[in-house]
């Protein structure tokens, strides 16, 4: 294959276009075509990772499916009634020859049976505040069990919420969501029922996880909400579990490589992805398996450099400090094609230009402690303000690639004809497809800081939670557990020491393995914050003494300054002057503005605010692109605009205003 071919955008890249281009992401794994008549040996289920989000519209939207885009849905990415749609992750099938080629995509005509096995087991685990994996730099804090008072087998009967296996098969099935045979429902506290979502399949016989509407509840009287991650008496309905199919092949009924789909909140800019991604993060841990290659000694500015620099630029829309960074460090604005044409020149006058950039970047390995540095953003170890793993970093296979092309060591492929068609899933090469639809599941979601973390947290990085080195041809497949219990029991306390060696006291070999290292279905999202809607609200920004920059924690998925509708609008009217119009395009508002109280003489505090935004987050704003003012100076010709708000006072309907 041409080294064009592992280089595929999201959409057509033209300085002249008035719409911005799409990242451009390609494999980093080189799969071959099969020859015609190869026949199939394998066959393996994608994305290797699914998302889905919660929503509480019964309309729905499929999750990306291309790395880089997500067009917007029809009518938004909510319905008429200001709810939040769906997002629901569609898993294919591929079939592969006995050389580890791909052959085709396989239909409904090779009967698949889905099995999907869900579970939220949030309730069960223990209080989790930081990453347990920075040593001595920041040492992650050991944590309880949440529920303590509950204990022994009523763990499991209480406080695990788990609908077991539920299987569907052929196409069309259960297409308006309301068969209970394809549900997957549990209980909680024994006496609340808890909707986990449901399956459908298309009409190719694809699998649809459905997720389920995002619903945070109490099982206690008087019971609110006093912590940001860790409440006794709640629950959600997030999840996660492994999926698995079968299909027959000349008679045979052939095992698929099995999947894991998660599902979690819901993402407010959904057409953003963030500067390091859960792609980047666990592409190390498929490097040390040997499942990806590290960097090469010269890099793809299109597939490599892009992605890093237009997510940074990206973050002018969702975060102030990123929107005046640009002034102060002295690298322009990383989300323009005049900016980023220059940048992908190897030649020696943008020599100076790339570095500038390079440096303005903070450097991964625990030194760099540089507060104005990029990312902007908060890391895993913000309990000690001292250590550099207070701020967020590039991994390291990012910061390779962007030294390597600091140096010149990369090709300029920023504009190539025939990569810029690849704007659909069908219209990509099909030995492409499979890690497309990985890389676009993982890309969307962020790969720190974590604390605990927005979708999932950091057991994503570590090699012992995947497949081992035999499953070189299909990378970032989690690892499955032998575990009896969906209740894993370390004891009194979850520390830096047994979460990787397990607990040695259990006399069942199986119910030894550490939480780093096989999965059971709820074992991802377990370490999230429960209620989801505490954490979502905490995680704006940090006021420091310093004041200047603001750190802040995920803007992508949960943003923290914006430019309303309203403003927009005003900006794109030619009936007020310039400088009024560019008043109101310089200027941005709190995306959480109202959560923590409305109306004269507020004063609702931090709790308050955790409590509320369990009604309020469905009338949060989404960040969405627009197209920008005609010949207006200093204005881009597109904008991230945040749209579909609804008031933020409960007494009031939750229908949609533009403000």
Same mark, same amino acid.
């Given at each position: ?432 497809? $499979?890690?497309? #639809? !990985? =890389? ?6 962020? @790969?720190? %800081? &974590? ?5 999932? /947290? ?62 059971? $279905?709820?074992? #991802? !999202? =377990? ?6 809607? @505490?954490? %979502? &609200? ?5 006021? /420091? ?75 949060? @704003? ?38």
């Amino acid at each position: 294959m041409k080294r064009r071919d592992f280089l595929f955008s999201a959409a057509a890249a033209s300085l002249s276009s008035p719409i911005w281009f799409k990242s451009a992401i390609s494999p980093l794994q080189a799969q071959e075509l099969a020859p015609k008549g190869a026949k199939i040996h394998t066959v393996a289920i994608f994305p290797a990772i699914g998302f889905s989000r919660v929503g509480n519209s019964n309309e729905w939207f499929h999750a990306p499916e291309i790395p880089g885009l997500m067009d917007e849905p029809k009518g938004g990415f909510k319905d008429a009634g200001g709810r939040i749609k769906k997002q629901v992750q569609r898993f294919r099938l591929y079939g592969y020859d006995d050389q580890g080629r791909v052959v085709r995509e396989l239909d409904a005509s090779f009967k698949p049976q889905w099995t999907v096995h869900v579970a939220n087991t949030k309730a069960a685990w223990y209080g989790f505040v930081n990453a347990m994996d920075r040593g001595e730099t920041a040492p992650g804090v050991p944590g309880s069990h949440r529920n303590p008072f509950i204990t022994g087998d009523d763990r499991l009967n209480m406080l695990v919420i788990d609908p077991g296996p539920v299987q569907i098969s052929g196409a069309l099935a259960n297409t308006d969501g309301d068969e209970d045979k394809y549900s997957m429902q549990g209980q909680f506290w024994q006496s609340m029922e808890v909707p986990l979502g449901h399956l459908r399949t298309d009409e190719q016989g694809r699998l649809l996880v459905f997720p389920a509407d995002g619903v945070s509840r109490t099982a206690i009287p008087q019971n609110p909400v006093r912590d940001f991650t860790n409440n006794d008496g709640w629950h959600d309905d997030w999840c996660d579990g492994w999926v698995k199919a079968t299909v027959q092949i000349d008679g045979a009924t052939v095992e698929c490589e099995p999947a894991w789909v998660v599902s979690c909140g819901p993402k407010f800019a959904p057409q953003m992805e963030p500067i390091v991604t859960l792609y980047d993060a666990a592409r190390e841990a498929m490097i040390t398996l040997g499942q990806l290659p590290k960097p090469d000694d010269k890099v793809s500015f299109r597939r490599d450099v892009l992605p890093i620099l237009r997510r940074s630029g990206q973050m002018q829309w969702v975060a102030s400090a990123a929107f005046l960074g640009a002034a102060w460090q002295n690298v322009g604005d990383l989300s323009d094609p005049a900016t980023l044409a220059a940048l992908a020149e190897p030649g020696p006058a943008a020599l100076a230009q790339r570095q500038r950039v390079f440096e303005a970047f903070r450097r991964p390995g625990g030194t760099d402690v540089r507060a104005d540095a990029l990312p902007l953003m908060l890391g895993d170890g913000v309990n000690y303000p001292d250590s550099a793993h207070s701020w967020l970093t590039l991994t390291q296979t990012q910061h390779q690639i962007l030294s390597l092309w600091a140096e010149g060591q990369f090709v300029n492929d920023f504009h190539d004809a025939t990569v810029d068609t690849y704007t659909a899933l069908e219209k990509i090469p099909l030995a492409l497809q $499979p890690e497309a #639809l !990985t =890389r676009a599941s993982l890309d969307a979601c962020s @790969g720190g %800081a &974590f604390h605990p973390g927005v979708e999932i /947290t950091w057991p994503i990085r570590h090699p012992e939670l995947f497949q081992g080195k035999d499953k070189t041809r299909f990378p970032f497949r989690v690892a499955l557990s032998t575990r009896k219990s969906l209740v894993q029991d370390m004891g009194y306390q979850l520390n830096p020491i047994n979460v990787f060696t397990g607990n040695l006291h259990m006399a069942d070999e199986s119910e030894r393995l550490a939480p780093i290292g096989p999965q059971a $279905p709820g074992d #991802l !999202t =377990r370490w999230m914050g429960v209620p989801w809607q @505490g954490d %979502a &609200f905490s995680c704006q920004a940090v006021q /420091t003494a310093d004041g200047f920059p603001t750190p802040i924690w995920w803007p992508v998925l949960l943003p923290v300054d914006v430019l309303p509708e309203a403003f927009y609008t005003q900006l794109m009217s030619e009936k007020l002057s310039i400088e009024e119009r560019l008043r109101f395009y310089h200027s941005r508002v709190p995306w959480a503005r109202g959560a923590s109280g409305v109306g004269l003489h507020v004063e609702a505090g931090y709790t308050d605010g955790l409590r509320r935004m369990i009604e309020l987050w469905t009338r949060m @704003g989404v960040v969405v692109k627009r197209p920008g003012p005609v010949g207006l100076a200093g204005v881009p010709s597109e904008l991230y605009v945040e749209v579909q708000r609804g008031p933020m006072d409960i007494a009031q309907p939750a229908k949609q205003t533009k403000t």
